[in-house]
């Protein structure tokens, strides 16, 4: 393995972005790349000829060694590896190297099993660029677990990797000639097929979600990334495995039943266990948390676990009506009531039987609502505006504010007894500065959730990363998704770079020195770029746009008209 250290192949290893670890028939540590180094914290001339259990400390050395029963050509694979010291869990994949001259050695690839890298697309771009040993590149190809299949220009199958027959069943001689939509029979194979796309438009699709079938018929969900074999007509397809990455999630405890709210910290995971516990009362339940951390998802989590589930969840944002209007909306009114009210109306109460009402910025209801809706909580009947007739609901009520509520009972805007009522199971919703851990993972998610607005992207640079990650975030998650939004919008290569941010997240937080520093940054051109960010994130519905940035639609619209901001027009 020594001559493996050629500056061609270091820069080949390097760029794979998995640690690998050469090793000699001695079980010496012959070479490592970058990640191999970081992962041990130890550099290649520190460990270089010493026993390779000693360096790697893995959990599969204590027992069968993996090179033992390999012959040359053999790879395996150990899932769920672990390293002393380490908590995380690693794939080891062994590979044999046999040289010219006939001597033996191993190459470890070593992987995170969180991380869900496109390493076949690596792969492609690493053939382009160097030209190296088809047996070397062969076994770094089928240590990948993804599968690989390419078509020609009319859709038919040239060749399959064993990692493709893996996942489908199917062998190379079943497929060859075949059209792909015929052996993977994918559920969006005539609607909206990713190779069609990408043949028509002359682009690659990214993380494509699909669902194939395996030879035996059984559904598979996958994500299928495509792109355009260089030099030549076809298109190259990897396909991964999206069943293993659900065991893996629930494995991290990323709670896939949560599929809005990402996050694999210690607050995170305290969250998801108080709405599951929530979840099997029927009690009233009042979320507190700033603006923007998801306090009404955790409101349809709820909903969403409970017996209530098969009825309707009604949201109610209390702030966005004047006082009578927010009494006839939630209680309702009959016909003559007020001036205007020309027919009888049921309110949000009546809408919401036999399931769960929600209460959003429940601080600003007026006294004269707190009334009634104390009475609601007490007794579970109303009358509507201008009604005498006693009506009865069953309704579970789930209120959420961003004020602390026990400071306005104290200053006599809020009802003591009401504020009891309603604080029977309290739930505090983490702001973001304090569950950073989960940026890169949320950062990740909104990447593919708004993949549209820049389809080009793979990814962002570690140097926005850690801007992000220094960022103290006002406007919480909500204002990590407008910026990601913005940086696709801005973005001009295929990485998300630190120039694509938001200037006003670009800069350092207080204290901090940078030479690069703009300080004479305009903050009005840093409020308009955040105002159009909130727009672009919401299909240009100010509404929305408002509740993302905490204005009222008002102020939002006059803030618009100042700045100079104009909706586009939307003709047809």
């Not at 676990?305 to 927010?326: D, H, I, M, T, Y």
Request: glycine content about 8%; some cysteine.
């Amino acid at each position: 393995m020594a001559r493996v250290r050629s500056e061609e192949l270091a820069r080949l290893f390097d760029f794979l972005g998995e640690a690998v670890v050469g090793i000699s028939s001695e079980k010496k540590i012959t070479y490592m790349n970058r990640e191999a180094e970081s992962l041990l914290g130890k550099s290649l001339g520190e460990v270089e000829g010493r026993e390779c259990c000693d360096v790697l400390s893995l959990s599969i050395c204590r027992g069968e060694c993996p090179t033992r029963a390999l012959s040359p050509g053999g790879v395996r694979r150990d899932y769920q590896v672990t390293r002393d010291g380490d908590e995380k869990s690693y794939c080891v994949t062994t590979s044999v190297v046999k040289a010219p001259a006939g001597s033996i050695s191993f190459i470890h690839t070593i992987r995170d099993m969180k991380v869900l890298s496109d390493l076949i697309e690596r792969q492609r771009r690493i053939q382009e660029k160097l030209e190296i040993g088809r047996a070397k590149m062969q076994a770094i190809l089928e240590s990948i677990a993804d599968g690989v299949f390419t078509v020609d220009g009319e859709g038919r199958i040239q060749h399959i990797s064993a990692g493709m027959e893996r996942i489908t069943g199917y062998s190379q001689e079943e497929v060859l000639g075949r059209r792909c939509r015929d052996v993977l029979r994918g559920d969006i194979c005539e609607s909206d097929c990713p190779i069609t796309w990408t043949a028509r438009k002359g682009r690659g699709v990214e993380r494509c979600r699909e669902v194939i079938r395996k030879k035996d018929g059984t559904p598979i969900p996958v994500f299928i990334t495509t792109s355009l074999i260089s030099g030549a007509e076809g298109i190259v397809c990897t396909v991964h495995d999206r069943s293993e990455v659900e065991i893996l999630q629930r494995k991290l405890s990323l709670l896939p039943d949560f599929p809005e709210m990402v996050g694999m910290s210690k607050k995170m995971r305290d969250l998801f266990g108080m709405i599951e516990s929530v979840a099997a009362t029927d009690t009233t339940v009042l979320i507190e948390g700033e603006t923007g951390t998801g306090k009404e998802l955790v409101a349809r989590a709820i909903h969403a676990r409970s017996q209530r589930k098969r009825g309707p969840f009604v949201p109610v944002n209390c702030s966005a009506l004047a006082p009578g209007l927010l009494e006839s909306e939630l209680f309702g009114h009959v016909r003559g009531a007020f001036t205007g009210a020309v027919r009888d109306r049921a309110g949000k109460f009546e809408t919401a039987h036999g399931g769960t009402l929600f209460l959003d910025e429940i601080s600003e209801i007026s006294p004269e609502v707190q009334v009634k809706l104390l009475r609601f909580l007490q007794f579970h009947e109303f009358e509507r505006v201008g009604d005498s007739r006693t009506r009865r609901v069953d309704v579970r009520v789930i209120a959420a504010t961003n004020k602390n509520l026990r400071e306005l009972v104290r200053a006599g805007r809020f009802r003591e007894d009401l504020f009891y009522r309603l604080n029977v199971i309290p739930i505090s919703v983490p702001p973001l500065r304090e569950r950073k851990d989960d940026i890169p993972l949320l950062v990740k998610h909104f990447l593919e959730k708004h993949r549209k607005v820049n389809p080009q992207v793979e990814g962002i640079s570690n140097r926005a990363l850690e801007n992000l990650m220094d960022y103290d975030w006002p406007g919480n998650v909500r204002e990590l998704e407008n910026a990601v939004i913005y940086a696709l919008a801005s973005c001009r290569g295929k990485r998300i770079e630190r120039k694509c941010l938001p200037p006003s997240i670009r800069r350092l937080p207080e204290g901090r020195e940078s030479f690069s520093l703009d300080v004479s940054e305009d903050p009005v051109k840093i409020e308009k770029e955040r105002i159009v960010a909130a727009l672009l994130a919401n299909n240009w519905k100010v509404t929305k746009a408002a509740e993302a940035l905490g204005y009222s639609r008002v102020t939002l619209w006059r803030r618009m008209k100042s700045l100079g901001i104009d909706l586009p027009n939307r003709k047809g």
